[in-house]
């Protein structure tokens, strides 16, 4: 199933019964609390669509919750929902292969330009802005945005979500790390010394956002293939002021630049380590040139709050089956699952051994891969007898199959980057990664004490045979 725009998508999302509409929530703190405390209900999977925000018009929304079902998360990318997380990571990682991106399609225009404002007009206070966190440095319009670049020299386009704040009616703050595609862009307009063209979307069909959020391969836009996904190519306007392809049937867009030489404090933000570790800093602005949006616009937002929350379960899913890809395409063989827990920074590999050294390959590589390189903490192995997706099995696999001193390995100077809580602001940049063997050591696997764990075809047994009784 493939969506026009995101009120297609909420049309469906509300006939499936996952949308909740909740009249009368304040932008500061109110909405961003409610969307915490759904998302870490587990039995509460809705989707939450805020309206009657106070000072705002009726009709100015904030989605949220937007990814927090696997449900959802597979309609979105155009796949049929999986009962469990591992086969949603089979079933995408191998679609993903298969995905053949098509380019966007200019066309003269679309819902978004039913408003437009330019110059003078713009007024970025116009929107319903959520506070987010009660120690953020200013309201956040693009939690679940997507910002939009050209490389110049390349020109190819890029898209990314990176934090958005607003300073004042027409200038905005981006937070890019480094490392990202939008940074390297945004650094080489200012090496060049020129200004950098920046479209930004703050309400989009949830496809767009989630290739937003993944990381696709350095100089592959993510328009080709949020298109190869949905089967036909995602429609764009030429933006008047940058020239950039924006969304045609998006909920709101600006465009504007970033010039070099020329910043302002950014944050603290609330970041999805449960920190505000980049505490605040210059960073370049965006002069806003124009704004457009529909009617009764949709910010499409996202808490980042300690997990779980709304996004993280969803990055994980994809970040996993993305890390699987690549680290087989690197010539891993035999890998059972991959599996990330607590956003990027446990990485889980599951592998049947089968030579010395098999372990700590899939280790670095999962480390080091483009989806696995950027804030990883952890990469556990484990043996294929451990589900990776089952925290619990994972941590029975760290107590007992790991001798510390010859199962785990400290790699230095890793990419991190100023969200990383536990490095010093002086330091920020880099991090340390442990590696660790929680499998069987090679050498003696087949002399390993037993296990035991209770066979599949027991567990079968007793239930069939005390079906309605026990179970
Ligand atoms: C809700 C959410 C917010 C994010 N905010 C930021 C951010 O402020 N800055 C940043 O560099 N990355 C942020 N990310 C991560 C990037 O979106 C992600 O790394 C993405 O792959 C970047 O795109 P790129 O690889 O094209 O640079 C965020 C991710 C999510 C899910």
Known sequence: MSFKDLRDWLEQIEAYGELKTVEGADWNMEISAISDLVAKNPADKRCLLFDSIPGYP??????????????????????NPSPSDREFVETWRQRSKEIVPIKPKFVATGSVMENVHLGDDVNLWEFP????????????????????TRDPDEGWVNLGTYRVMIHDDKTLAFFVSPGKDGRIHRDKYFAQNKPCPVAISFGQDPLLLVTSIMPSPYGVSEYDYAGGIQGRPVEVIEGKVTGLPIPAHAEIVIEGESLPHEAKTEGPFGEWTGYYASHS???????????????????TGATTAIMPNDFGHAYELMRAAQIWNEIEAAGVPDIQGVACHQHRFITVVSIKQRYPGHAKQAAMLAMQCHAGAYLGRYVIVVDEDIDPYNFDEVIWALATRVDPQRAIEIVKECWSGPLDPVIPVEEKGYNSRALILACKPYHWKDKFPPSIQYSIEIKEYVKRKFAGDVF
Request: hydrophobic letters at 35%; aromatic letters at 6%.
């Open 281 to 299: 800093r210059p960073e370049p602005l965006i002069r806003v040139k124009a704004v457009y949006h529909r009617n009764n616009p949709i910010i």
């Open 58 to 79: 009726k009709g100015y929304r904030v989605l949220t919750n937007i990814l927090n079902s696997a449900r959802r998360l597979a309609l979105t990318l155009n796949q």
């Open 129 to 148: 802005t959520p506070l987010w966190h009660h120690l953020d440095g200013g309201r956040y319009i693009g939690t679940g945005s997507v910002t939009i």
